[in-house]
């Protein structure tokens, strides 16, 4: 257990992450029916189940008003999963795409044998990576398919909601700051990627 003390509102932040959160999203759900953006269906289930199973885990260990932007985030999540799904946005889906969303799914149910939260954090940031895979090998190919703004985004919004956490534990503090780092990994390999097309 981690004993911080901050003098700054937690309420305000927290706000201030779903307002971030609703600010990454509608842009990016635009631009998905317009064609514009293809996101990977198996990464948004993914995603979808784990964010919000999180902030349930994050809820119990009274996380408070950064759990907020987390619950927030899942359900549009799932949105844009039934969203991809139904565009038919990524008809790429390959052999390895389907292991990986199969690993994912099928540890799902691991968070329910752990009666500790932290455990069920612990499976579920490995599932919400593991969902990151297709989506990763698929921007390295095509890095045009994704708006980097709405990950820069949320990865802004991961660290804020970090900061908005009333208890600070691994139970809360792991999923946001994993998948932040991600996410910013993300965007280096994209811009990376993006540039070496210019050059050619």
């Not at 991961?158 to 208890?167: D, E, K, R, Y």
């Amino acid at each position: 257990m981690f004993d911080f003390s901050f003098a700054y509102n937690k309420e305000a932040l927290g706000l201030f992450a779903i307002a971030l959160t609703l600010y990454a999203f509608f842009p990016y759900i635009r631009s998905i029916h317009k064609g514009e953006t293809k996101p990977h269906m198996f990464s948004w289930i993914l995603w979808g189940a784990t964010t919000f199973i999180v902030f349930l885990a994050q809820y119990s260990d009274e996380g408070g008003a950064g759990a907020w932007p987390i619950g927030v985030s899942g359900l549009i999540t799932l949105y844009v999963a039934g969203l991809a799904y139904v565009k038919k946005s990524d008809v790429t889906i390959t052999k390895s795409d389907w292991v990986f969303f199969s690993l994912g799914i099928w540890s799902l149910p691991l968070w329910y044998i752990t009666s500790d939260p932290l455990w069920a954090v612990v499976v579920l940031t490995f599932i919400d990576l593991v969902g990151f895979i297709p989506t990763f090998k698929k921007s390295f190919t095509h890095p045009h398919d994704e708006q980097l703004g709405f990950y820069i985004i949320m990865t802004a919004r991961n660290f804020i909601s970090i900061l908005a956490l009333q208890n600070y534990s691994l139970t809360t503090v792991l999923f946001p700051a994993a998948v932040g780092v991600a996410a910013l990994l993300f965007v280096m390999m994209v811009i990376i990627q993006r540039a070496k097309l210019r050059s050619h």
